[in-house]
């Protein structure tokens, strides 16, 4: 049987308290790499203008506020991960 996540993350926090595993200090390169990465992948440089009706509009704007997040840069994030596979297509 596969474990969940938190059974995989208290596995870790345990091991992490206990001294059997240590956390490495990431490389300067590993660190600018990151950064890099991150800046490509967050970089906004289109505009575009989509047409919601009221309803999904609210809906996006109610969950982006449970989120702490801009409602703008929640369906930015959920475009992104459509494009990358990261959400399912129901079919």
């Not at 996540?5 to 790499?33: C, F, N």
């Not at 991150?38 to 440089?45: A, R, W």
Request: proline content about 3%; aromatic content about 4%.
């Amino acid at each position: 049987m596969k474990p969940t996540h938190e059974a995989e993350e208290k596995e870790i926090i345990d091991d992490l308290e206990s001294g059997t595993i240590e956390i490495e200090k990431p490389t300067r390169k590993l660190l600018s790499d990151l950064k890099r990465a991150s800046e490509n992948t967050f970089k906004k440089d289109r505009r575009i203008n989509v047409r919601l009706s009221s309803h999904d509009l609210l809906g996006i704007q109610k969950k982006a506020l449970r989120m702490g997040l801009p409602y703008q840069a929640l369906i930015s994030g959920l475009i992104h991960r459509y494009v990358e596979g990261d959400l399912l297509e129901k079919i």
